[in-house]
């Protein structure tokens, strides 16, 4: 599977830097017809691809227009993937929020990530990138969730992501919380870590409504 994952990896990130929108579904959908499941597509093939990206952008091999298209085209597939329902059958267990800390502006794998909370019951509220804290916490009060996943890939973001941990953790201590992104810290106190796509339904932590 990891060699097969890699090899697809490279074909999906061939049709991004080839502003190929339909190869690189093709290359996604006939993962999932395979049998590979949707964690592993995004933990595997499409992260790794994302990645490479970033590194080609640092490293002045690609424009910041060719990053932003690669990752417009992988939003559009995430979107195809899945039925405007989510594929939704079973009865809904909760409610998750996600956001990015305020300052962030990739968020990509928090997108990825409500679409495996869906999956695993929860009914999603994507606030998606730059969330300012007061906003954060005024979504919260208003949609309730159960449960709320944070990220943020920049390292001088990591305070920014600790105070909107203790704030939240202070107001709602009974709130679950799941970080995620390189510029989590090793050890939180109030959240769980959360580093790859294939581990985060294990890390979700029982709905209670």
């Known amino acids: ?20 929108g339909p190869g690189a579904y093709r ?31 640092e490293r002045g091999a690609i424009t910041v227009a060719d990053e932003h298209v690669a990752s417009a085209l992988t939003n559009r ?15 809904r267990v909760g409610r998750a929020l996600l956001a990015a800390v305020e300052g962030e502006q990739h968020a990509l ?11 695993s019951g929860y009914d999603t509220v994507y606030l998606g990138a730059d969330v300012p ?22 390292p001088t973001l990591t305070p920014r992501l ?17 970080i995620g992104g390189e510029a989590a810290p090793s050890r939180i106190d109030g959240g769980t870590l959360v580093q790859s796509f294939e581990l985060l339904s294990e890390r979700v932590p029982s709905p209670r409504v």
């Open 1 to 20: 599977m990891r060699r097969s994952a890699a090899r697809l990896s490279r074909l999906y990130l061939d049709a991004l830097r080839a502003a190929d």
């Open 27 to 57: 290359v996604a959908s006939g993962a999932l017809r395979d049998g590979m499941s949707i964690p592993v597509l995004y933990q595997q093939v499409i992260t790794p691809a994302m990645h490479r990206i970033g590194a080609l952008w």
């Open 109 to 119: 794998g928090l997108r990825m990530a409500a679409d495996i909370l869906e999956d």
């Open 77 to 91: 597939v995430l979107a195809a993937l899945r039925p405007p329902s989510g594929g939704r059958t079973a009865p």
């Open 133 to 154: 804290s007061d906003a954060l916490l005024l979504a919260v009060e208003s949609f309730s969730p159960n449960l709320v996943a944070l990220a943020a890939t920049m």
């Open 162 to 178: 600790v105070a909107i941990i203790g704030e939240l953790r202070q107001a709602h201590p009974g709130l679950g919380l799941l």
